[in-house]
């Protein structure tokens, strides 16, 4: 007697290969790893109106593209760091990240601050040197750290 319904095998599982060496690390990151990152922080209109002044080239849009349009103004032009949107506090910042490390036993509520060391001092000094009279916010700037940058307003 033959079964109304026959079991089929399902087929070999599909195995990813990696079409670079670093596939499998660039998993490992994505997955279980926190990237953390140190740098400075301003509001969008305080970034904006920096912005204008040091660099008057740069065509802003929308408010919200402020760090966008400075971060590929500094990438056109082999500009050091990177400019990124971030939620600190709850509100949407500009962030200029001076360094960063991947930190497999960060979380973003356990992770280590970093100091604001010498090398986020001279890309202070070369990105905000000189405008500290004109805009008193850059007097403060805070320096700060986010882990997992891009994904910091967000639950997981």
Same mark, same amino acid.
């Given at each position: ?38 740098? &400075? ?5 305080? #970034?904006? +109106?920096? /912005?204008? @002044? !040091? ?55 356990? &992770? ?5 060391? #010498?090398? +986020?001092? /001279?890309? @202070? !000094? ?31």
């Amino acid at each position: 007697m033959r079964a109304k319904y026959q079991v089929r095998h399902a087929p070999p599982a599909v195995q990813v290969q990696s079409q670079t060496p670093y596939f499998s690390l660039l998993l490992h990151i994505a997955f279980i790893m926190v990237w953390v990152t140190g740098g &400075y922080i301003l509001d969008f209109s305080q #970034a904006k +109106a920096w /912005a204008q @002044r !040091k660099y008057p080239e740069i065509q802003f849009f929308e408010d919200v593209f402020i760090p966008n349009e400075i971060h590929n103004y500094f990438k056109d032009n082999n500009m050091q760091p990177a400019c990124i949107a971030v939620t600190w506090k709850g509100e949407d910042k500009t962030y200029f990240v001076t360094h960063g490390k991947v930190d497999g036993a960060a979380t973003r509520r356990r &992770y280590q601050e970093f100091s604001e060391n #010498a090398r +986020a001092q /001279a890309i @202070r !000094k070369m990105l905000f040197d000189g405008l500290e009279d004109e805009f008193e916010f850059l007097k403060d700037i805070q320096f700060v750290t986010i882990p997992d940058p891009f994904n910091n307003g967000k639950p997981y």
